[in-house]
Every structure is written in structure tokens, then in C-alpha cells.
């Protein structure tokens, strides 16, 4: 095999297939953590919001990990001697947290959403102290908050007062709070409630809480409540920048098994100078293999070469790769980055073995086309009724009237927005019309209103949905 043949074989086998995170503890070697997540890690940090794949779930399943806690203490001091339970998230854990199907019928007996949550806070609570639990199931022990404020507050003092005297600190973490509810109204009661648990947690010294939120649960009514404002003061979001996609990728790389990571941590050191820095199995990047400059922008030109054609009329691979894989709102998310590369990569292996560079710029073209085709599944995990109304849009040319776009969902359900009901969450706006559906649709990332009123969709969306753009990358084909 030639040098560039072993780099690409090195990428496609270190790379994962499968980008999601379902709540399983991740590889200590590939956890990176970008300097805009240290804030949303701290104890001090109540609320963290962010956006599909941006890492929600994988920072709960991390936290939860007392091994990558130890790991991050360098970056975030606070995670020392905590000790972190899990409220709710994307993994049915019965025991600690009741599922969609019980908050139900909780709530269908008369129940609040908090006391529901400070029944969760007394089971965690319970077992940071080893208190026997005396209650047999969830709804005995919603009964039990509700029937004895006194000795749940005696409970939660003599935790704290417990975690103070062992030099430590209590943390729970919520996660993927839309799988509590597929009605809006219901889940505004369900995360508003919850915050109020989270402001009645922030009077105790060693106990706190961490709630994991989507965009669009944020941006509705569930902080109108005294004393919000002690909660929002906390709030950061999750983002990734350009940078921090090409550090988390130097990061996947870097720790190659065997002789891949040996080629690839070659190619580090001849660009950085030096190796990553070793601690325990992983290997740690420099400063300027995490930062945008000259070195990371070498680093990746070493992949993909300098430009995305022959000549720099096309742009430079180091850009167009995460620029093309953006959102309405210019966001880009790890996973869709990391698939583009691996794809790249194969598709070089196949089309262009004999190219002078790992990635060829056409096959990081269909790395796009291959990403998008995921990232529309991913998104239709949390909203199926985007999937359903975009397909609908097959073959149309953006930018696109808005009229255009309103004829053709018209066509397809003649009894109006009702039709897209289903077993999740449905758009915002059900009952307002489809000018208010494409709002939503806004609000996501989906599409963007030029200044000409006309609407446009990323290539990140529009390639996998099958729509066309003079001079974009080419949608897919079905059928």
C-alpha cells in the first residue's frame, strides 16, 4: 500500500459508523471537550440548551462516567468529588426516573409534574445517603412527597449536611425531557416544573441539578415563574465552532488503534511538531491543533489537499466541508462532521485510490450527500413531521416563494397542519397555518428567509431531502 492509501484505510477504520449516543458511556480517547462546553459542565450551570447533536446526551452519559470525570477535572475543577445521578434521559432507567407512560398516569391522577420531579430528587437523594426506600413504585412515592413535605425537607437537609461533612457534591442531570410528552401543552407543565425543582435544589450548598434542553422547549413559556431569573442567569448553550470540529476530529484520529494511529499521529507531528500528549490511554492534543490558525488549517490540508477542485475557484476544503454541513443558522454538528469524513474516505478508496491526498474533493461532495441523508434521520427522531413535510418538497429548486412551498403542502393534506399529529412532539404552530409551520421550521434550522422574502434550505438538508440548487451539490436520488 502507498503512504496515502494507509492514511485513508487509517481514517475509514478509526472513524465511527455510527455517530448517534443513546445514552452509553462514551471511549474515554474520543471524549473532547471545545472551551465553549466548559461552562455547560460547571456545578454552577442549572441550564444547558442546545440543538440537535450538539452533545446533550453525551455529556449526561459522560458525567455519569466518575472515569471521564476525573479526566476533565484539569478543564473543570468543580467535578471533583461529585457524586452524579441521572433524572431523566433518553435511557428507560425505571428505578431512578418513571418513563413517558407513567408521568402520564401520574398526571391523569392528580398529580403535579413537581412533585413528580421531587419524587425523582428524593430517590437520588436516597441513595446518596444509602436511605432505605420504602416505596414500592412511583406512584406510592409521588403519594409520600405529596403527604410529607416536612420529612423531605429533613431528608434533603441531612443530605446535604452528609455531602458536606465528606468533602463532596451532588449532582443530577436531565436529559431528552421531549420523550416525557408528545403534547406542547403538557410538556411547557412537565419543564417548567422542573426548573422550579432545579431553583428549590439551588438552597442546598452541596446539591445540584443540570437540565438538558432543545432549543425550542427553551424558547417557550417554561420560565415564567418567580425567581426564574436565578435559573436563566446559568443558562449557557452548546455550539461548535469550525474549530472545535476540526480539533474533535484530530481528536478521533490522533487515537487510532495500532498502526493507524501511529500513521496519523505522524502526520500531527509534522505539522504540530511533536506528538499529542499522553494521559492514561488517550491521547491529548495541543492548543494548536484545537484552535483555528495555520497549523490546524495544514493539518487538514494534509487530508484534503488545498483546494476543492483544481484550483482555488472552489474553495478550500477546510472550509467548505463544515460550511456545507450547516444548518439554517450556520451550525454545524459533530456527528454530520465526522460521517462527511468517513464517507469521504471510503468514497476516495473506491473512485480515486490513486489521488495524491486521502480525501478526494469530490468524494468529500458525497461525504456531504451521505451526511445529509443521516442527519435528516436524526432530525426526524426528535421531529418526524419534518421529515414528512420536506419529502413532500421533492424535486422543487430553492431558493423557493414561499407560495410555491404553501401550494404543494396544500396538495398533499387538504384537511391542513392537523394530518401531521403523530407519536412525538407535533410542530409548534399546529393550529395557526402553514405560514406559521414554515416559522417552525425556521426556528430549527430547516430553512432560512432571504432578504428577497423567498426561503432557502442548507445544502445539509436540501441535498438529503432532494431538492435542487443552481450550482449546489447535487441532491440525492431516490427511489
Not at 49 to 67: C, E, I, M, N, Q
Request: net charge neutral; proline share 5%; aromatic share 10%.
Amino acid at each position: 500500500m502507498s503512504e496515502v492509501s494507509r492514511i485513508r484505510a487509517a481514517i475509514i477504520n478509526t472513524l465511527p459508523r455510527e455517530t448517534s449516543n443513546y445514552g452509553e458511556v462514551p471511549d474515554q480517547r474520543y471524549v473532547y471537550l471545545p472551551r465553549a462546553h466548559v461552562k455547560a459542565l460547571e456545578l454552577s450551570t442549572n441550564l444547558v440548551v442546545g440543538s440537535r447533536g450538539v452533545g446533550k446526551t453525551f455529556w449526561t452519559a459522560a458525567l455519569k462516567s466518575p472515569d471521564i470525570r476525573n479526566m476533565l477535572r484539569d478543564s473543570v475543577r468543580e467535578l471533583d468529588n461529585v457524586k452524579v445521578g441521572i433524572g431523566f434521559s433518553v435511557k428507560p432507567m425505571i428505578e431512578h426516573y418513571p418513563e413517558k407512560d407513567v408521568i402520564s398516569k401520574l398526571l391523569g391522577d392528580g398529580y403535579t409534574p413537581y412533585e413528580i420531579w421531587r419524587a425523582v430528587v428524593l430517590k437520588w437523594v436516597a441513595d446518596l445517603i444509602e436511605t432505605p426506600n420504602t416505596q414500592e413504585n412511583w406512584s406510592n412515592t409521588v403519594a409520600w412527597v405529596r403527604a410529607n413535605p416536612e420529612e423531605l425537607a429533613r431528608l434533603m437537609e441531612q443530605a446535604d449536611q452528609s455531602l458536606q461533612s465528606q468533602g463532596q457534591k451532588g449532582l443530577i442531570i436531565f436529559d431528552a425531557l421531549d420523550y416525557t410528552s408528545n403534547n406542547w401543552e403538557t410538556m411547557d407543565l412537565i419543564v417548567r416544573d422542573l426548573l422550579r425543582v432545579v431553583l428549590w435544589l439551588k438552597s442546598y450548598r452541596r446539591l445540584h441539578a443540570k437540565v438538558f434542553l432543545r432549543e425550542d422547549q427553551f424558547q417557550r413559556t417554561v420560565t415564567d415563574f418567580p425567581d426564574a431569573s436565578k435559573i436563566l442567569a446559568t443558562k449557557t448553550d452548546l455550539t461548535w465552532q469550525p474549530h472545535d470540529l476540526h480539533g474533535l476530529l484530530w481528536q478521533w484520529l490522533c487515537n487510532a488503534p495500532d498502526e493507524h494511529g501511529v500513521i496519523l499521529r505522524n502526520i500531527y507531528h509534522k505539522i504540530i511538531g511533536k506528538n499529542p500528549e499522553i494521559h492514561g490511554e488517550s491521547w491529548l492534543l495541543e492548543r494548536e491543533a484545537k484552535q483555528e490558525g495555520e497549523k490546524q488549517r495544514k493539518l487538514f490540508a494534509e487530508l484534503a489537499g488545498p483546494w476543492m477542485g483544481k484550483d482555488r475557484r472552489r474553495g478550500v476544503p477546510y472550509v467548505w466541508t463544515v460550511s456545507h454541513l450547516a444548518d439554517a443558522k450556520g451550525r454545524t454538528s459533530p456527528r454530520s462532521f465526522l460521517k462527511a469524513i468517513r464517507v469521504a474516505a471510503e468514497d476516495s478508496d473506491v473512485r480515486y485510490a490513486d489521488h495524491s491526498y486521502a480525501l478526494h474533493y469530490e468524494s468529500i461532495k458525497r461525504g456531504v450527500q451521505d451526511a445529509s441523508q443521516i442527519r435528516i434521520t436524526e432530525v426526524a427522531e426528535d421531529y418526524p413531521w419534518v421529515r414528512e413535510l420536506c419529502e413532500k418538497l421533492i424535486g422543487m429548486q430553492v431558493p423557493s416563494e414561499y407560495a410555491k412551498i404553501e401550494e404543494r403542502w396544500v396538495q398533499e393534506y387538504p384537511n391542513g397542519p392537523k394530518s401531521l399529529v403523530g407519536d412525538r412532539l407535533p410542530p409548534q404552530h399546529l393550529e395557526s397555518g402553514w405560514d406559521w409551520i414554515i416559522k417552525d421550521l425556521e426556528r430549527i434550522g430547516i430553512f432560512e428567509r432571504m432578504n428577497d422574502g423567498r426561503f432557502n434550505m442548507p445544502d445539509l438538508y436540501r441535498v438529503g431531502f432532494g431538492l435542487g440548487r443552481k450550482g449546489g451539490v447535487r441532491p440525492v436520488k431516490r427511489g
